[in-house]
């Protein structure tokens, strides 16, 4: 299995601030790397796929980047609205896999 | 726009088998993957499996033994049975549609999850 390692697990920030999280793969997984946002109680959302390709209708605040077993997403200035849970998933080889999440919370 | 249900029994006797079912509704079953995922309170996601057709399935080894999906194209379902279930089976449970563009596969959408509890 392709363990996926996300950091760091939980983080504080303010509105406005410059977010960035990571994702690292254990084996290369090319640009075969999703990244999903969740709220309490919700299902998570689609963000990002293929490393860096925005999904319709999410803000272009969002951005994702990284090939290989390195990748990155960066949220230039945080929202409100933005305050979740993040996980990182490749679709590199079954099983899928994702990362342990990275809580965003409010500083 | 295509929209994913789950249902099925929210309280599973331990040892017991897990049902679950998913409604595909606002497009077609066929010519895609779909994909049964799980999450403890408070805890990451785990991919439990996929199918195609009946004939097509990949399932986590870490569950192999116990799951057996299943398509019905006639209904726009597809379904999930977890055998021998134990409390670490306890967690919501989401559908989500595999989708493939730009070369690379994603889960979109998911099925607003069902929390599954297993307790005598």
């Known amino acids: 299995d392709i363990q996926m390692t996300q950091s760091p697990s939980s983080l504080s920030a303010s509105v406005g601030d410059r977010v960035t999280i990571t994702c690292r793969a254990s084996q290369s997984i090319s640009t075969y790397l999703n990244w999903y946002q969740q709220k309490p109680g919700k299902a998570p959302k689609l963000l990002i796929y293929a490393a860096s390709n925005l999904q319709s209708g999410v803000p272009s605040r969002f951005s994702g980047s990284g090939s290989g077993t390195d990748f990155t997403l960066t949220i230039t200035s945080l929202q409100p609205e933005d305050f979740a849970t993040y996980y990182c998933?490749?679709?590199?080889?079954?099983?899928?896999?994702f990362g342990q999440g990275t809580k965003v919370e409010i500083k | 726009q295509v929209q994913l249900q789950e249902s099925g029994p929210g309280l599973v006797k331990p040892s017991e088998t897990l049902s679950l079912t998913c409604t595909v509704s606002g497009g077609s079953i066929s010519s895609y993957y779909w994909s049964w995922i799980r999450q403890p309170a408070g805890k990451g996601l785990e991919w439990i499996g996929r199918?195609?057709?009946?004939?097509?399935?990949n399932y986590n080894p870490s569950l192999k033994s116990r799951v057996t999906m299943s398509v019905d194209t006639s209904k726009n379902q597809f379904s999930l049975k977890l055998t021998s279930v134990t409390a670490a089976d306890t967690a919501v449970y989401f559908c989500?549609?595999?989708?493939?563009?730009?070369?690379?596969?994603?889960?979109?959408?998911w099925g607003q999850g069902t929390l599954v509890t297993v307790s005598s």
């Open positions: 199918i195609y057709t009946s004939e097509n399935t």
């Open positions: 998933q490749q679709s590199y080889s079954t099983p899928r896999t």
């Open positions: 989500a549609r595999e989708v493939a563009a730009s070369g690379s596969r994603y889960f979109d959408p």
